[in-house]
Structure formats: C-alpha cells, structure tokens
C-alpha cells in the first residue's frame, strides 16, 4: 500500500472499534482527542450496534470536525468491520481500542516514542492494562497479573504456551499488515491469531514497562460470555500454525490437549469437539486424550471414567 512520507502521515492511526457500547464509547473516543501526540488518524468502527453508538459516534466526530466511521450495518464481527477500515490505514503505527477501554494522556506518544528506539525488526510494542470495572474504577489488577513474565524478542514459543498480552495495549507497524495480512474472519479468537501470526512470520515483540491503558471487565464482555468459543476458536488459530517447526508442533500439540479438555468440560459441541481430539490424538496420543475422547463419543460426563477408576480402586482395597 502506498502511503504519504513525511509531516503530512500520521504518526498513528488510532481504531476504536463500538459494538453496542454507547454508554462508554465517548471516554474512548475522549481519550483518543486527549492525546499529547497530535499527529493522529482516527478511525472509529460499529460492527451494526442495536443501541445507539452509531449516533453517539457521528455527532462526536462532528463536535471534533475529526475522525472516520466505519460502519457495518449488520453485525459481522470484529475482524470482518476492523478488515473495512484496515485499506484507510496510514499511520506509521496502529493502535486498536476497545470502545469501552480508554487511555492516558500520554499513551500513543510514550508507545510511538519506544517503537522508534526500538529495530525495525521489532513488529509490535506493547505494555500492562491497568484493569477497571464496569463503572470505571481500578480494581487494583493488571493484565497480565504481576506473576506472569513479559518477554520480548522471538516470543512465537512462549505465546502459544503462555497468551501473556492484551490487545488494547499493543502497538503495532503498519508494515506488519502487509507482512501478514487481514484479520481472520472465521475466528473469534481474533487477537490469538494476529498476535501469533505476527510472532510467526519473524517479527520480534518489545515490553513497555508501563500500565497506560485502562481495560474494561464486566459479566457481559466477550470473554466473560463466550468463553467455550473463544477456546474452539484458540484451537483453530493453532492448527493454522501446524508445520511452522518441529519445536512449535510440539508445543502446539501440548496447548491443544488442554484445549480439547477444556471444550469437553464446557460440553461444547461434541461432534466439533471430537473432531479436535482426533487431530491431537493423530499426532500426539495420550492416555488423558483417550479417556476423553471415550467419554464424547458415549456422551459421558466430563471426568466420569476417572470416577469410576477411582471408585474401583477404593472397592478393591
């Protein structure tokens, strides 16, 4: 993609994606224009709100005489609405924001700054998440928590492992979108994905020792209602991956069989269920695997046959 040079590009193009998100997306958008790096691209995305974001949005773009929206009028998906908006992308560096997260004064500037310190073969930067409720007040938490290692560099490995990053903080290279391309559409699981195709095609991950993001948690979020699917979508985004290296089938395979249990215990769609486990179980068979896969195809309870081992072992005593 052809994009303008010098003073006239943006540093960064900041995307606010709404969905239904009305009574929060105007401290977002408040936070983009708060800002102490003025040289931004806004672009705000709604992926067919029901509610009233949409005009919320418009008449806030207006009040700025700033910004773009980008609107679905049916409800698509992220990564469907964010691919609309991704060909009107110009910054130097992106930024994606939840519309119900919002940011310091100083986010984009401090993260731009480190991004240009950093080698061109860093791909992304990205920082902590200072957690806050639903009425926007800090819970005292971060993502990731205090005990979970920041790593840097290569980190393909340690992400499919160890998911140790929250999308809201990242910052990313335009190239890096040219290098990998659009979001999956198929996958809810849409960050996991970008994240370890980003890792996969050799672009190094920087930590910004930072909480500069404020990342909204409440029972209605995605994660919180959709948990199964995100788990089945997780999987999908791995499976992608097969044939990268030996080293990371193998950490694929070990991260796949939580997966599977984890889908089994949920009593998520068992055909799709079973199917997952074959493709483990074909490549990497395990006792724990077996038992699951006896338990989904009689239609089991989740840990009956451990149950019932455990039963046996105690009557024969």
Request: net charge neutral; charged share 25%; proline share 4%.
């Amino acid at each position: 993609m052809n994009l303008p040079d010098g003073p006239d590009r943006p540093r960064v193009t900041v995307v606010v994606t709404s969905y239904n998100q009305e009574q929060w997306i105007e401290q977002a958008l408040d936070s983009v224009a708060a800002q102490t790096e003025q040289r931004l691209q806004l672009i705000v995305t709604d992926d067919g709100s029901q509610d009233d974001s949409c005009k919320r949005i418009s008449n806030w773009i207006e009040r700025h005489a700033g910004g773009l929206l980008v609107a679905s009028e049916q409800n698509v998906g992220l990564p469907a609405v964010l691919n609309l908006a991704l060909p009107l992308f110009e910054g130097q560096y992106v930024v994606v924001l939840n519309g119900d997260d919002w940011m310091d004064p100083q986010r984009i500037q401090r993260q731009a700054e480190f991004l240009d310190r950093a080698g061109e073969e860093v791909g992304l930067a990205y920082c902590d998440l200072r957690v806050v409720d639903a009425t926007g007040a800090a819970t005292g938490e971060t993502f990731p928590p205090p005990s979970v290692e920041r790593r840097e560099g290569k980190v393909l490995h340690h992400l499919i492992a160890h998911p140790m990053i929250g999308m809201p903080s990242v910052m990313v290279r335009r190239e890096v979108f040219d290098a990998i391309g659009p979001w999956d559409e198929t996958l809810v699981a849409d960050d996991f994905d970008f994240l370890l195709r980003v890792a996969a095609a050799g672009f190094e991950f920087a930590y910004l020792a930072e909480s500069i993001v404020n990342y909204r948690q409440y029972g209605s979020s995605l994660t919180g209602g959709r948990s199964a699917e995100l788990v089945d979508s997780r999987f999908l985004a791995l499976r992608k991956l097969m044939g990268t290296s030996d080293e990371a089938d193998r950490l694929i395979l070990r991260r796949m069989e939580g997966l599977v249990v984890a889908l089994h215990g949920a009593a998520f769609d068992r055909r799709r269920t079973r199917a997952h486990i074959r493709f483990v179980l074909r490549r990497a068979p395990s006792r724990r695997l077996v038992r699951v896969w006896v338990e989904s195809r009689l239609g089991l309870r989740p840990g009956y046959l451990v149950s019932k081992r455990a039963g046996a072992g105690r009557r024969s005593r």
